[in-house]
């Protein structure tokens, strides 16, 4: 199993352009889920998907949609690009809804200029 | 709402010492995760912990759930070059949380050769 991967792994974009941060998991995973990692503010939810077709708004979901078409796939868009998103991104998937390990992808290192 | 803290922030030590980390949450924990993470990559599960008073261990690393489900410890025993990275705590919101994890912000460990 490649477990969850995540593309690509560095993006650079400016200000105002979109586009979407591509996440899959091959575990059969029901829930998935986005994490943002900044210095000194640890890992904040961004948003996350008890299932396909079912996602929800974690801590900081403004500027961010989702969406969870298939089981194996959840990916981000980034509507409007903004400094503020300068962050690297983390995806990922478990199991089971609590009590439960989850699994990381390696991470996207976005900067937005 | 509940937050998890996380100490010391960093942590420097020579080679071949022992180390503890902490991570004390405001609320009860329903499930305790330890997280290792190497500088640029993604998280690797290191233990959940559920039961107060529960104490696993995984080669030189053990870990903690006092008994009152409101603070874990995460110790090194012997430390060597390859323990060093960034430790994360998480831990399940709690009922209803449909799975979410908060995280600590992470202890930076150094190891020393």
């Known amino acids: 199993n490649a477990g969850v991967t995540q593309t690509p792994k560095f993006q650079v974009l400016k200000t105002g352009q979109s586009m979407t941060l591509q996440c899959a998991q091959d575990?059969?995973?029901?829930?998935m889920s986005w994490y943002r990692q900044d210095p000194g503010m640890g890992l904040r939810l961004i948003h996350y998907?008890?299932?396909?077709?079912?996602?929800d708004q974690g801590e900081v979901p403004n500027g961010y949609n989702v969406s969870r078409s298939t089981t194996e796939d959840f990916p981000l868009r980034l509507l409007s690009a903004a400094p503020s998103q300068t962050s690297v991104y983390f995806c990922?998937?478990?199991?089971?809804?609590?009590?439960?390990?989850?699994?990381f992808g390696p991470g996207t290192r976005l900067t937005v200029l | 709402s509940q937050e998890l803290e996380q100490s010391p922030q960093s942590l420097i030590v020579q080679e071949g010492k022992n180390l503890t980390i902490n991570c004390t949450s405001s609320?009860?924990?329903?499930?305790l995760y330890w997280y290792k993470q190497k500088y640029g990559e993604g998280l690797i599960f290191l233990m959940m912990?559920?039961?107060?008073?529960e104490e696993k261990s995984h080669e030189k690393i053990t870990a903690k759930l006092d008994e009152k489900k409101q603070q874990s410890s995460l110790h090194i025993t012997a430390s060597q070059p390859s323990h060093a990275g960034i430790y994360l705590c998480g831990a399940d919101r709690g009922t209803g949380s449909q799975g979410n994890l908060i995280f600590g912000k992470g202890t930076k460990l150094s190891v020393k050769p």
């Open positions: 990922a998937s478990s199991r089971r809804l609590v009590a439960n390990e989850q699994f």
């Open positions: 998907s008890v299932g396909a077709g079912i996602t």
């Open positions: 575990m059969n995973h029901e829930y």
């Open positions: 609320k009860t924990l329903y499930g």
């Open positions: 912990l559920q039961k107060g008073g």
